[in-house]
């Protein structure tokens, strides 16, 4: 008995094999259990917080006519580039709401712009009674950083109008970046143009910080 | 002690020459940097590329390649010939090709240009090519106050004999074929809601040119065709969308069909009743010999009479079950008062609805709630209820439900209580999608009433602890003494659970999913920022492809 009892405590392997096998189950046991997880929950410390630095701007506005000849009298339409710089941002995507007036201009659209390589275009909505453009796409690559276009507005004034009017962005509109749940944008400024001249004039309006 | 000096000199030496080299490069790292930054700091510059556009899309993507000795050319107006100077003293023409000039993979840049507007770029097009930007690659009215980037398309000419003149003299190929998803012909049926509704219908187009073919390009044209020469008045209206351009659809591989591709019929609500057929087809853009347009996929729907979709002026517009003309709508209802109610003991109740007369001034006790939750069990996906969500049994199998009801008359009533989900299997025989009114693969509750309950119209507002600001509510929806099931299919997709109602599905959203789906493992939650977040949508345990596909459908569409 004795001798047993000094093999036993001479030769501890048996007793690691029965602490393995145990510490074993238990983490299979925790790995197997249903992960069921809802709301979401504070992870504190995680991740160290993002800082909004980016901005969004409209460019001023240039004309698209293909042929400058022919547009004297046929229709003739134009572009503004909406620009981003995104600062320390590593920018993943963009949701736009721009506020324009559909009794001056007309034949709306936007585009995506060249920020984005591939990028994918998760909405598009163009709202002509209430003038309200809703556009938002998005890179499945990594974020990217820089500054650059991310879509372009086309648009015709309507014959005959006259007035001063503005792509306004709307509150809606949100910069999102990698490591980051909420908007990353810190400002955006929209555009002022008048229309009833040969030629729109534009000037960019004040920007607007979040 | 020698030895000391000699080795202290000779490190000495050593270090002398190490700084004098440091300084140099130091020098000339910034002469690198400051004289061209000092070359073009004086105004701004058109840059861009070239690119090979494979898919005739317009935006370069990868494994698309830049193009090399393009000749690019820039001019300022007014335009006085060549090679002259504008009213700024400025070269108002210069050229230079592409990928010179010390610039590598198929750039361009003109430096050092004034600010002004009426400037214009152009690429050449090289023989055997077209361009694929529009506007034949040329940029005109480009009004510069900054660096501007254009970048443009170009594709070979795909005419398959190799010399680039349209015609192809060696030709193999067969036409595509257009296939239903799934097969058969589908019935359309609906109610209106709003001026009009939607209904689609999905196929596919195979290339069946064979591999060696040398003509053919992989671009289709679609078309939807009557299969009558008119449908009279107000008729449904076509539309191929996304990915399809302009109605056609691009870079289909033999052997690759493009799958997934999707019609949308719009009925309006003056569309008349009847069975309307009408047929899909394709054909290369590049080929205009019709025995190689693909054979017609048939497609039948119908509008019912009397089903609301129509506006009625008398009874003779509707039919049972409806039978009664409101002419205030001009919608086809059940009743207007209790005689045009047939059945002994029935009343008719403000929608319009025979229902029992206790149910008119009684009162009740239980209100079953019936809770499809998008992309799980038999509920699709709110854009499009389509049989890729239909099979999915939840991991948890229990939501808790709030129900908030309330009239003008009566005092709030906010009830809770726990959902459980009833299993379902898809047969192979079941309909794709399955019926909509059905417990299976629905979240079931029973609520208990208090207590002399009446029984009457009320608004009555649900949601899931799942995402409690996507609620739904129901408006002037009856409760009668004789059992009443409220149908509510909810949203998904409201991951950070924002409750600013402008952002309740929004990019943010999609951005947590997709850092969640990137993650090994695909993971049914994951930390972003400081917050875990749960972005098993269609909660099958993972965060994948379906969640994202549902997603951005419910994006689109409660944005649309």
């Known amino acids: 008995m004795q001798n047993l009892r000094q093999n036993l405590f001479a030769n501890k392997t048996p007793l690691l094999i029965i602490f393995l096998v145990i510490a074993t189950v238990i983490l299979v046991a925790l790995a197997m259990a249903p992960n069921r997880p809802s709301l979401p929950t504070p992870n504190l410390g995680a991740q160290k917080e993002i800082i909004a630095d980016s901005s969004l701007s409209l460019s001023e506005l240039y004309q698209i006519d293909e042929d400058e000849e022919a547009s004297e009298a046929a229709v003739v339409s134009y572009q503004s580039d909406v620009q981003i710089m995104t600062g ?41 009674e209430e003038g309200i453009i809703s556009y938002a796409l998005g890179t499945e690559n990594k974020g990217l ?24 962005f709307l509150s809606k509109t949100t910069v999102v970046a990698e490591n980051a749940d909420q908007t990353v944008l810190k400002e955006m400024s929209g555009l002022e143009f008048s229309l009833g001249s040969s030629t729109p004039t534009s000037s960019s309006a004040q920007p607007a910080s979040l | ?55 005739s899309n317009g935006t370069r993507e990868t494994g698309e390649d830049l193009k090399n000795n393009v000749k ?68 005109t009215g480009i009004n510069l106050n900054g660096n501007k980037t254009y970048s443009f398309g170009i594709k070979q000419n795909t005419d398959g004999d190799g010399d680039g003149d349209g015609q192809c003299k060696d ?64 008729p449904p209206s076509f539309e191929f969308r996304s990915p ?37 087809r394709a054909q290369d853009t590049e080929d205009s010999e019709s025995t190689r347009m693909s054979d017609n996929l048939q497609f039948r729907f119908v509008v019912p009479q009397g089903d609301n979709n129509d506006t009625c002026t008398d009874n003779s517009g509707c039919s049972a079950p409806s039978p009664i003309c409101k002419l205030d709508t001009g919608a086809c209802v059940e009743c207007l008062e209790d005689t045009d109610c047939a059945e002994d003991g029935k009343v008719c109740n403000t929608n319009n609805i025979c229902v029992d007369e206790d149910d008119g001034g009684g009162s009740a006790d239980k209100i079953k709630v019936r809770l499809g939750l998008d992309g799980i069990g038999t509920t699709g996906s709110l854009q499009e209820p389509s049989c890729k969500f239909t ?15 309330s009239s003008s008359t009566t005092e709030p009533l906010t009830l809770n209580d726990t959902a459980q989900y009833e299993d379902y299997t898809r047969a192979s025989t079941d309909a794709c999608p399955p019926a909509t009114k059905m417990d299976k693969g629905k979240f079931i509750a029973e609520f208990d009433l208090p207590a002399g309950f009446a029984s009457k119209s009320y608004n009555v507002d649900v949601s899931s602890n799942d995402s409690p600001n996507l609620h739904q509510t129901k408006e002037n929806f009856a409760i009668n003494t004789s059992g009443t099931i409220l149908d509510v299919d909810l949203p998904a997709g409201d ?18 999913l997709r850092t969640c789906q990137k993650k090994s493992g695909s993971p049914a939650s994951c930390a972003v920022g400081t917050t875990t977040y749960k972005t098993d949508l269609d909660d099958d345990g993972k965060t994948d492809a379906d969640d994202m596909t549902l997603f951005i459908q419910e994006f689109f569409y409660r944005n649309r």
């Not at chain 1, 879509?151 to 309507?158: N, Y």
């Not at chain 2, 300084?23 to 105004?43: E, K, M, R, T, V």
């Not at chain 2, 058969?184 to 064979?210: H, I, M, R, W």
């Open chain 1, 88 to 128: 320390k941002n590593k920018v993943t995507g963009v949701q736009l709401e721009i506020k324009y007036d559909p009794a001056l201009i007309t034949t709306v659209d936007v585009l995506p712009g060249d920020f984005f390589q591939n990028p994918t275009e998760l909405l598009k909505k163009i709202d002509t």
């Open chain 1, 145 to 168: 950083s820089g500054k650059g276009v991310v879509a372009t507005i086309t648009f015709v004034p309507r014959t005959g109008v006259r007035g001063e009017t503005a792509f306004e």
């Open chain 2, 1 to 55: 002690m020698p030895s000391f000096y000699y080795s202290w000199r000779s490190s000495n030496t050593v270090m002398n020459l190490f700084k004098k080299l440091l300084l140099l490069s130091l020098l000339f790292s910034l002469g690198a940097y400051i004289i061209p930054a000092i070359a073009h700091a004086a105004g701004h510059e058109i840059a861009g590329t070239v690119f090979i556009d494979s898919n």
């Open chain 2, 72 to 139: 690019i050319e820039k001019w300022r107006n007014p335009a006085q010939g060549n090679n002259v100077k504008d009213d700024l003293g400025n070269n108002n023409y210069e050229t230079m090709d592409t990928g010179t000039k010390g610039l590598t993979n198929g750039r361009y840049r003109f430096y050092n240009l004034p600010s002004g507007n009426k400037y214009k770029i152009k690429a050449n097009v090289p023989t055997g090519f077209t361009c694929t930007t529009g506007n034949s690659c040329q940029r």
């Open chain 2, 171 to 234: 030709d193999k190929r067969v036409k595509p074929t257009v296939k239903a998803q799934p097969v058969g012909a589908v019935q359309l049926t609906g109610d209106l809601n709003g001026d009009y509704y939607e209904k689609v219908f999905t196929f596919k187009v195979s290339n069946k040119n064979p591999k060696n073919a040398k003509c053919g390009k992989r671009d289709y044209q679609l078309q939807a065709v009557p299969a009558v020469a008119s449908w009279g008045s107000n």
């Open chain 2, 244 to 280: 399809m351009v302009d109605g056609k659809v691009l870079d289909v591989k033999p052997g690759n069909p493009a799958e997934q591709l999707k019609l949308f019929v719009k009925v309006f609500k003056t569309t008349p009743a009847g069975t309307y057929n009408f047929s899909v």
């Open chain 2, 391 to 405: 099979t999915n049994p939840p991991e948890d199998k229990e939501r808790t439900l709030t129900l908030k009801i």
């Open chain 2, 495 to 512: 991951i950070d659970k924002n409750s600013d109602p402008e952002l309740r599905i929004d990019i943010n959203d999609w951005n947590i």
